[in-house]
């Protein structure tokens, strides 16, 4: 296994990088492979996806599959850990050559990058506090504060239901994090009345803070919000798509994707928060 070298997160620099340049259509495989490193963007809030354990570097199930790329390629890998939002950016301009990030794939997604075959999936869940019993479907965020992280498909779920949905005109709220667990100890301090993100991460911050419930978020109807997981690269780039989906089927086919999620879902388990 090739050494993983992290890069420093320094947001306010990189965020001025990104303000300066656009339209990188990013390196091939063989491009990477002369420059010896694959760099993957990632955003390490998302258990068991991308953490942060002993150190600063993140790890997780999302960074093993990036590991195992860089592995078959012949390169190290590095990491950029950035806020979720600023993700597609870095592929846009060059920054990165992948984004791994527990990251669904949406039709809208697919207008600003280009993702690999799906790795594995999710549905969305709710998190409210222990003895809350208000709250059982996604109509019931009506009238409510409901934290999400900027960005991902909690957020599109909950501002789509708010602005012409099933949560329009009901008085309830989207309250945008740039950093889940600052949403979550919202939650636990009163501030929001409920959290909704995807099911491992809502499922790792129930097992390592006290006094918190999660479950499915579904409409009244039993409708679900089953979503899929991919690779994104920046959309000028089809041959590093290609190698990309070469490398991670047969990890799907065999399993060892949905085995390093479980590991990492026990690890992750395991940290205080």
């Known amino acids: 296994m090739k050494r993983i070298i992290t890069a420093a997160l320094v947001l306010a620099m990189l965020t001025a990088l990104l303000a300066g340049c656009g339209g990188s ?6 491009d990477i492979k002369k420059a010896g490193k694959l760099v993957m963007g990632t955003d390490a809030a998302w258990a068991p996806f991308e953490y942060i354990a002993d150190s600063d570097t993140p790890v997780g199930s999302d960074i093993d599959l990036a590991q195992a790329i860089a592995d078959q390629w012949g390169v190290e890998l590095e990491i950029i850990n950035a806020a979720f939002d600023t993700l597609p950016q870095y592929l846009d301009n060059g ?3 992948i984004v791994i990030a527990a990251m669904t794939i949406t039709e809208e997604r697919k207008e600003q990058m280009a993702f690999s075959d799906p790795y594995t999936v999710s549905v969305q869940y709710i998190i409210v506090k222990e003895e809350d019993s208000s709250v059982q479907t996604i109509e019931d ?5 409901t934290a999400v992280h900027l960005g991902t ?12 949905g099933c949560l ?23 501030s929001v009345d409920a959290v909704v993100l995807d099911i491992l991460p809502a499922q790792n911050f129930c097992a390592v803070n006290q006094g918190l419930k999660c479950f499915e978020a579904v409409y009244r109807d039993g409708s ?6 991919g690779i994104a690269v920046n959309k000028a780039n089809p041959e590093l798509l290609t190698a990309i989906n070469e490398v991670i089927k047969p990890l799907v086919e065999d399993g060892s994707i949905e085995a390093s999620i479980q590991k990492h879902k026990e690890l992750a388990s395991l940290l205080e928060q």
């Open 168 to 190: 329009k005109d009901t008085g309830a709220q989207v309250v945008q994090y740039k950093n889940l667990t600052e949403g979550c100890l919202a939650l636990q301090n009163g």
């Open 153 to 164: 498909t909690g957020d599109i779920l909950v501002s789509d239901e708010i602005s012409g």
């Open 141 to 145: 965020l009506a009238g409510k504060k």
């Open 224 to 229: 679900s919000t089953k979503e899929e997981y």
């Open 95 to 97: 920054t990165v050559d």
């Open 25 to 30: 259509k990013g390196k091939t495989v063989e």
